[in-house]
């Protein structure tokens, strides 16, 4: 399959219509767009319930939109009808110059159109078609070639240039009071405050949903339903299977400081060569938690609980903490083991470290206005995720999605620090990313539980007992990036970028250093992570 080519002229036309702000439109889930309003959102006053992405274009959004807009010296234009529709280009095109073991070249070139409506304030929709033809740097190059998917977007196709893939994504939005949305479609979403999520993130592509949101009081109830597929039995691409999803998310503003929630998912597969199954309506339950669903079922689907919290400090100056914690399994016993060993360090009769206990965890904080410095903002973040986790027995029921994970990219058996310095002036933007994380890979065929599309039934029986992070082949990864920007259309996302990055990989086999120059020209569609 062949991507279309479309002329640039074209698409700087279409990319510069101004878009209208929309009520009940979700706001993209890029970096870019989430920078520009994290300041106000996270203010003492803001009542919006930030750790639900997508977040809803709300009247209140609007306003602080319209703020924005200013901010970059552009007046925006009220709406005078009842309906309205926008059409927006979406392009990409990047140069990249690569320093590793010889100079190489890699091209970006993206482009596709975006539909967005909304009728009398309660219905609106998007459509968003996006093709490539691209090639990319040996490590993204690696990914691809081993998982027949391009990071984010979906499946790839070789072509002269190097891939060429499509990405489709689109939703309903009805909003029938300021109690309920309702939507329907294609997409993607994110559940957390940070840069990275443990319950349900952006990092793979986009699959059907059906979600519920209620807004009661200063609680927001989330119910998604969704269909995805299982890739890793199809190197031919023909024998997709399908899995199924049910996520709950419960958001209180207890305080106008201190939000906290709670999490919960079911993955469970579809037809396979054993038994012929669908979407179980036992889980349309909007309610009652999974996991007592599940157990009644006689059921082993793969199913998740968290909690999540974020706290607003400061009052000239705004500050966040924020953090998530994920349990795939959890019985105390096992988990108090390890104290139990700490006490007694010689007791060779006392077992820690059982396989079973998989759970992750999350804290962060940001800081806007950094040394009073307008626009300036900083955040920094810790994730670690013990092996095995979002794995399960069957391959088709682990927790991801078009071979790509539903939460952190790095999948399990892993800590990583990741941080960023951004500052804005006007149209300029600026940016600084430091990322370190150590890993466990499989090493001699050995499934040490880093890689979640491995059925943790494939683990060695001697660790039944003895596991830890960065088990198996220890790696250290250093990942840092600059950029620089201008946004040549703020209402379109349009935006110029220039930047430099380097990226480490070291263990006892093998030592991978690469290093980038890039400069190119986008719309904002998605966030496109390559610091993993």
């Not at 036309?13 to 890029?30: E, G, K, R, V, Y």
């Not at 110059?97 to 309660?122: C, H, I, P, Q």
């Not at 209620?214 to 299977?241: E, G, Q």
Request: one cysteine or more; charged letters at 20%; glycine letters at 8%.
């Amino acid at each position: 399959m062949r991507a279309f080519a479309i002329p640039l002229s074209c698409i700087l036309i279409l990319a510069s219509a101004l878009s209208h702000s929309l009520f009940a439109q979700n706001i993209p889930l890029t970096r870019e767009k989430n920078i520009l309003f994290d300041k106000y959102l996270n203010s003492a006053e803001c009542r919006i319930h930030t750790s639900i992405q997508p977040l809803l274009n709300t009247p209140e959004l609007q306003t602080i939109g319209d703020s924005i807009m200013k901010s970059f010296g552009k007046v925006t234009e009220k709406r005078k009808s009842k309906g309205e529709i926008a059409v927006n280009g979406i392009f990409a095109s990047e140069g990249e110059l690569e320093k590793s073991t010889s100079m190489t070249k890699d091209f970006l070139l993206e482009g596709g159109v975006s539909v967005s409506a909304v009728y009398k304030n309660k219905l609106a929709g998007n459509f968003t078609f996006l093709s490539g033809n691209s090639s990319f740097n040996s490590y993204f190059d690696t990914v691809i070639k081993h998982s027949s998917i391009v990071p984010e977007i979906g499946s790839a196709y070789a072509s002269k240039q190097g891939y060429s893939y499509q990405y489709f994504s689109g939703y309903l939005s009805y909003s029938p009071n300021k109690i309920f949305n309702l939507q329907a479609g294609k997409d993607k979403n994110f559940w957390g405050d940070g840069y990275r999520s443990l319950f349900l993130s952006d990092v793979s592509n986009s699959y059907p949903f059906l979600k519920i949101s209620t807004t009661v009081w200063k609680i927001k109830y989330v119910n998604l339903f969704t269909m995805m597929k299982d890739v890793t039995a199809s190197p031919f691409r023909n024998d997709f299977k399908n899995k199924y999803g049910t996520f709950h998310y419960l958001s209180w503003n207890a305080t106008k400081r201190i939000n906290v929630a709670l999490f919960e998912s079911i993955i469970w597969q579809g037809t396979d060569s054993n038994r012929v199954r669908s979407f179980d309506v036992s889980y349309l339950n909007p309610i009652i938690f999974f996991r007592p669903i599940e157990y009644s079922l006689g059921s082993s689907d793969n199913a998740f609980l968290g909690a999540s919290f974020k706290i607003k400090v400061g009052k000239k100056q705004h500050q966040e903490f924020y953090g998530q914690l994920i349990l795939d399994e959890f019985v105390l016993k096992e988990v108090l083991a390890i104290f139990k060993k700490l006490a007694h360090p010689f007791d060779p009769a006392i077992k820690y470290g059982w396989w079973g206990n998989k759970q992750g965890v999350q804290l962060g904080f940001k800081s806007f206005d950094l040394f009073t410095l307008k626009n300036m903002t900083f955040q920094t973040e810790i994730n670690a995720v013990r092996p095995y986790t979002y794995s399960h027995g069957s391959v088709q029921q682990n927790y991801g999605n078009y071979n790509q994970s539903l939460a952190h990219p790095l999948g399990a058996n892993f800590t990583e620090s990741v941080s960023f310095l951004n500052y804005r002036y006007k149209r300029w933007t600026a940016e600084t990313e430091f990322l370190y994380a150590i890993y466990g890979k499989d090493k001699d065929g050995i499934n040490y539980g880093g890689n979640i599309f491995e059925s943790y039934t494939t683990r060695p029986k001697e660790l039944e007992y003895g596991n830890k992070f960065w088990q198996g082949l220890k790696t250290n990864l250093f990942c840092t990036r600059f950029k620089i920007g201008y946004y040549i259309v703020p209402s379109a996302d349009l935006i110029a970028e220039a930047g430099l990055a380097q990226r480490k990989e070291t263990n006892s086999l093998e030592h991978l250093s690469s290093a980038f120059f890039f400069i190119g020209i986008k719309t904002g569609l998605m966030n496109r992570y390559n610091d993993f």
